[in-house]
């Protein structure tokens, strides 16, 4: 479905991201992808190559504004275009509004959840405008839904990606290129460690679900791939919602 396109996944080194990369290799697609973590960024490279895929590890912090630019511009420098950006690096930080630190973790989440997203899509969108390419943001149900204490700064960045992705589908639907997000509930990844949150947040946030269950990454990168391909070339605007009923309560 993605021979001769070129896909680039910032955060592809872990959870969704890595799935992503993964699922659009075996389509056929020369995928780019980006993290900080050199030792995960190898592995995800090996497992591709096993389907004969093109891939290119970029190294680099999207929260850092001179690593962040440069990640559209080497995947055009070694696969010539770009059809596909998946905005999905992100992090979990705990944060109450009773803290004294709430600010420092507001622009740690603010400036790798948010800021990257709006500066890698403002490079990225030339080259998929003359692709007639698309964008697929990973945003979460926590966008839109207030349960957890303590995630506001994580759930505020996501309100605000949702905004972003239905005025960047408004502004660039005359050029043909169409933006929309994935909008997980909790989904099995390491998001959760070292965030300050219990370790079994995702866990026993899904078996709090009307279906019971957290989601696979698998399964979020299969919306990905629909999103971005020819058979969603109606949807745009659209935040598409993968949460296991989580908002329905
Ligand atoms: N898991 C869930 O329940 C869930 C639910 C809804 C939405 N999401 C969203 O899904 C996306 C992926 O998260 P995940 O659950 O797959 O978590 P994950 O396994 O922790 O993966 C996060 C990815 O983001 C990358 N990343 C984080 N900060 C970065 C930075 N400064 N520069 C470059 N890369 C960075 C990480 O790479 P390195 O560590 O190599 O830098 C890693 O590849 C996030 O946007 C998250 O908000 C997750």
Do not use: W
Request: proline share 4%; hydrophobic share 45%; aromatic share 6%.
């Amino acid at each position: 479905m993605f021979a001769n396109k070129v896909v680039l996944v910032t955060g592809g080194s872990s959870g969704i991201g890595a799935a992503t990369v993964e699922a659009f290799a075996k389509e056929g697609a020369s995928v780019a992808f980006v993290g900080r973590n050199q030792a995960k960024l190898k592995d995800v490279e090996s497992r591709c190559q096993q389907y004969g895929a093109n891939v290119l590890a970029i190294r680099a912090d999207v929260s850092k504004d001179e690593e962040a630019k440069t990640v559209v511009q080497q995947t055009v420098d070694k696969f010539g275009k770009l059809d596909v950006l998946v905005n999905n690096a992100g992090i979990l930080r705990f944060a109450s509004v009773l803290e004294p630190t709430l600010i420092q973790t507001y622009d740690e989440t603010m400036n790798t959840n948010l800021r990257p997203v709006v500066l890698i899509t403002s490079l990225a969108i030339p080259h998929l405008v003359a692709t007639k390419g698309s964008i697929v943001n990973v945003s979460s149900i926590l966008s839109t839904i207030v349960r957890i204490p303590g995630i506001m700064p994580y759930s505020m960045s996501k309100a605000a990606m949702d905004h972003f992705t239905k005025f960047a589908a408004l502004e660039l639907a005359p050029s043909g290129v169409r933006v929309n997000s994935v909008n997980p509930g909790p989904v099995l990844t390491d998001i959760a460690s070292g965030s300050g949150f219990s370790p079994d947040l995702l866990e026993d946030t899904g078996a709090h679900t009307p279906l019971g269950k957290a989601a696979q990454s698998e399964e979020i990168a299969n919306m990905i791939v629909y999103l971005a391909s020819d058979k969603a070339k109606s949807v745009t605007g659209s935040c598409y919602i993968m949460d296991n009923g989580l908002a329905l309560q």
